[in-house]
């Protein structure tokens, strides 16, 4: 089975309602391009604003599921797409979350990931804003296969993505807002770049799986979101990538019978030692 898979990369735009309707002409763009499931970047209907701390942002939260997620529950119904919306979801007052909405092809909400690595860095002052997830690592079976999402700062932990792809997925998505802030150097910039990418082809390799990672592009504040979105194989070969500097809507095939094959030719999930992890629970062996 191919599946072909839409990954938005986008700038920020001057008002939610501007970017609900540009994301909505460019879910309907990646549609009658073929495309089966669409993912968008992090936080993808607002400013980064966790750029710094201001109580005021909070107003940009969204109940999920709720009306903002019901608007393209329809929207995924009419294309016959899946959907993976990231959103900033209102829980309770004070009690907010960095979140992935999963939309199936009929409309149906399938369900919600919460970020879990919440980072504290100048320019990224997350922690200010977001509760750490609580609904573990998944994967929902969809219309056009069975997948998982990540975001962000779990991208960095081997972890999330092989717990994520220990429930079943075939492809991980990971929509993500990293770029290199002005007080460092662009040399310092690039290298963390590489490491972004380094980092995230692993997961493809170790899990056997394909991995799609969609990220923000332009400045915003002090910080340039450095693109570059991309899609790798289960060989960790990256099959598509986006440029640093453009907006772009980045597309490709994933042929899940080859990934099914791949698997039993390495099975890393068969020679797993799980009798020998246990100190994985611990924060540092001292």
Known sequence: MSVTIALLQSRAFETKEASISEHEKRIAEAAAHGANI????????????????????????EQIPGPLTEHFCNIARNHQVVLILSLFERRAP???HNTAAII???????????KMHIPQDPGFEEKFYFTPGDLGFRAWQTRFGKIGVIICWDQWYPESARLTALDGAEIIFCPTAIGGI???????????????????????VANGCYYAAVNRVGREGGTRFWGSSFV???????????????????YAACDLRAMEEHRRMWP???????????NLLRRYND
Request: net charge negative.
């Open 232 to 250: 790798c194989d289960f060989y960790g070969n990256r099959i598509a990538e986006a440029s640093q500097e453009h907006e772009e809507i980045l």
């Open 182 to 204: 002005d007080s460092e150097p662009d040399e310092l910039a690039k290298l963390q770049r590489d490491a972004w990418l380094n980092a995230q082809v692993s997961h493809s």
């Open 268 to 278: 890393f999930f068969r020679d797993r030692r799980i009798d020998a992890y246990q």
């Open 38 to 61: 669409i993912c968008t970047q992090e936080l993808c209907f607002t400013p980064y604003f966790c750029l710094n701390q201001d109580p005021a942002n909070f107003d940009l939260a």
């Open 104 to 114: 199936d092809a009929d409309g149906t909400f399938l369900g919600k990931y919460r």
């Open 94 to 96: 004070g009690l907010c």
